[in-house]
């Protein structure tokens, strides 16, 4: 069972991380290509988890 990406960009700061980042940062293509990746391989990672037992941690948050 793949876990959901839920985002906690506040649990330690009441910045989000998007806010600390500058625009131009060269990471962001970075990271926007390899969301774009996982994305494409959703399904493939559907079929790898089980459906039943405790939901994982999702490829993609892995990353950040």
Do not use: C, W
Not at 8 to 18: A, R
Request: proline share 11%; glycine share 8%.
């Amino acid at each position: 069972m793949r876990g959901a990406d839920d985002g906690q960009g506040f649990m330690f700061s009441y910045v989000s991380p998007e806010r600390q980042v500058p625009e131009n940062h060269p990471l962001r293509p970075v990271k926007a290509f390899a969301d774009d990746i996982l994305k494409g391989m959703s399904q493939t990672f559907d079929a790898m988890y089980s459906a039943t037992g405790r939901p994982s941690i999702p490829p993609a948050r892995l990353l950040i």
